[in-house]
């Protein structure tokens, strides 16, 4: 596979961006997204604990071609939501 809009050929094609309370949420989009043969890069399955969030969401970002949020009043109250 090659890369494509400077992302490395194997990136996720879609971050899902979510409130720690709306995880279910966001992991059924990202299932739903998977089983229709998108990458998707979801806290809850690949941040590794003890990972910079900070960078690893930056990078997330930059790597995936386009960004999900789980708009809700919990992800707009949210610390990083805003």
């Known amino acids: 596979m090659t890369a ?3 992302r490395p050929a194997d990136a996720a094609h879609f971050l899902i961006s ?9 992991t059924w989009i990202a299932w739903e ?4 043969g998108y990458r998707t ?3 809850a399955w690949d941040f590794v604990p ?5 960078d690893f969401m930056d990078r997330a ?3 995936s071609a386009a960004v ?5 009043n ?5 610390r990083y939501g805003r």
Do not use: H
């Not at 979510?18 to 966001?26: K, L, Q």
């Open 4 to 6: 494509q809009f400077g």
């Open 18 to 26: 979510y409130s720690p309370a709306d995880e279910r949420w966001a």
């Open 33 to 36: 997204l998977e089983l229709a």
């Open 41 to 43: 890069v979801l806290q």
């Open 50 to 54: 003890g990972t910079n969030f900070i």
């Open 61 to 63: 970002i930059r790597q």
């Open 68 to 72: 999900i949020a789980v708009l809700s």
């Open 74 to 78: 919990n992800y707009l109250r949210s």
